[in-house]
Structure formats: C-alpha cells, structure tokens
C-alpha cells in the first residue's frame, strides 16, 4: 500500500466525476473503485470529508488509478474487472472475466433457499448444490444460511473453478465447499436421491440478445454465462428435467431467470409432474426473478 493526500483524492475524483458523465456511467462506479483500492467508507466518500486527511492509504497509483479509469471509460470494461474486485452480501470476492460479476439482485436467492428451507426439518449433514458457480458467490451464500450442510458447487468452466476456489480459500470456507468441473449434474451422480436444495443462476439469455447487451456484458463476461439457447431456456429446462433424479422428497429447486420467462418456466415444473408449490420472486426493481419449486 501506498499513501496519498486527501486533496490529491479528491481533486482526482471531481475529475473522474465529469468523464463519467459524459460518457454515461454512473458517478457512484467512481467511489466503488475507491472504496476498493483505499481505507475511506462510503460515507466519508458520500460527505467527502476525506478531502482533509493528509494521508490514504491506496493500492494504486494516481497514476495508475488514472490508467484504469481511461480503460473504464474508452473499453467499456467493468470497474470489478479493473480491480478484479466485487462486495456480494457480506463477501468481498475475487473476479475476472473467467466469470460472470454477482450482481446486487442475485442476492435474494440465497434469502428465498433459507426462507424455503424452513417448510421442512433442516437435518444435519444435509446436501445443497449450486450449479453453475462462476466465482462461488451463490455457494458461499449458502454456507452462511446452512451451517450444518456439504456444499456442492459445479462450474463447467475451469477457469471460473480456479476463481472460486481462490474465493473459498480467501474465505476460510474450503472445508464447507467441495467443486467439481463438468456441466450442470453430471459430476454428481453419487448424490443421486441425496440433495436437499439446489440453486442455480444458470444462462438464461437467449443466444440473438447476447450481442445487443451493454458493451460491458457482451465484450467483457463469458458468454458461456449468458447464453442460454435460442429462447434462453436450454439450462433451466435441463435443470427442470434432471433435478427429481437428485432432489429428497421435498427438495428445493430454485433459480434465478430474466424477465418474461415466469411463466414459461411455471409451465415447465407444472407439466413435468414431479413438483408441487411452484412460485415466483420478484427481485427488489420488481421484476419476475426467481422460481421456486419442491420435489414431490
């Protein structure tokens, strides 16, 4: 770490304020990058009361903060990529773009499982699943809601495992968390019959919309993430199939979904036959988010 004037900060920061205007970013993604690289809060940030210190610490360079603001600004490329840095619930976490950046919404799953999970006895030594982990955010939710349970986290990518498994070290939660390379079930045959929750942020948009996203989305996060088929569906559907084979009686099936595809997937789970009290979430914007179902 190095140290520079509250002064300095601030006047690089006014700075920063404008070009993000004028290139139509957020001003709030500026105090996010600062509050990754340096020891100031949000709200001294917020009061900019910071501007009196004659010491920061920071991890960058002025310089070398100027340099990652033009890569903002000119690549589009998002600010939790610059510093391979994002704050999901109470984790900082580690991200590149080996992985799809957790965002604020996806939060919620983790409070409907823990909510669902109260409709019948937890047991000890019980099994949850997050397929499709990318940098281990949604696993390591599910820690901090089931303290007695074996997490099981899937990504068919081994770059994002590597992410995640540097997570979960940093984390202290490598004992709580096993993972696996492979798609969806498929590494986890031996759980067959066994699973008491699954949760899943899977690709869900579909493959002609992935080119239309924010240039932040579309050149920067995986589009294996993102790219759930022609109507966007190919995953969810994969996993409204195959979870009865892994699910206890009354097992969880949740996951997140874009909007316009609640009924879809409310039809999916009624036709299969074998769930019972299927619902939908909406995310804190209002938008049809989440379905939940139990395994008969």
């Known amino acids: 770490m ?24 957020a001003i709030s993604e500026v105090d996010w990058l600062l509050q990754a690289i340096t020891d100031l809060s ?16 920071i991890s960058k360079s002025l310089l070398q903060l100027s340099e990652l603001w033009q890569k903002r600004i000119q690549e589009r490329k998002p600010v939790q990529y610059l510093v391979e840095t994002v704050f999901w619930r109470h984790f900082q976490l580690k991200v590149t773009p080996a992985v799809l950046i957790p965002r604020p919404e996806t939060e919620l799953i983790i409070d409907i499982a823990s909510q669902a999970a109260q ?33 099981h986290a899937v990504d068919y990518s081994q ?32 759980l067959q019959g066994k699973v008491r929750g699954m949760v899943s942020n899977p690709p869900y948009i579909p493959t002609h919309q992935v080119s239309q996203l924010q240039p932040e989305i579309t050149n920067h ?27 206890v009686s009354g097992g969880i099936w949740l996951i997140e979904m874009m909007v316009g595809q609640s009924r879809i997937v409310v039809e999916m789970l009624e036709q299969h ?7 939908i979430f909406s995310d804190l914007g209002g938008i049809e988010r989440f379905a939940l179902a139990y395994r008969r």
Request: aromatic residues 10%.
């Open 2 to 25: 190095i140290t520079v004037s509250g002064k300095e900060l601030y006047l690089w920061r006014k700075l920063a304020f404008a070009s993000a205007i004028a290139n139509n970013i």
């Open 221 to 247: 996060e995986p589009h294996l993430a993102l790219d759930g088929g022609q109507d966007g569906l190919d995953d969810i559907r994969h996993l409204v199939q195959v979870a009865p084979d892994y699910l």
């Open 42 to 57: 949000s709200l001294s940030l917020r009061l900019e009361s910071f501007q009196n210190q004659k010491q920061i610490l």
């Open 159 to 190: 770059e994002a495992l590597l992410v995640a498994q540097e997570n979960a070290a940093n984390l202290g939660l490598e004992p709580r968390i096993c993972f696996y390379q492979g798609s969806w079930w498929n590494p986890l045959h031996f």
């Open 119 to 151: 409709v019948n006895t937890i047991v000890n030594g019980e099994h949850w699943v997050d397929l499709g982990t990318g940098s281990g955010a949604i696993a390591f939710g599910l820690t901090t809601s089931f303290p007695q349970a074996k997490i």
């Open 273 to 279: 036959g074998e769930y019972y009290d299927i619902e």
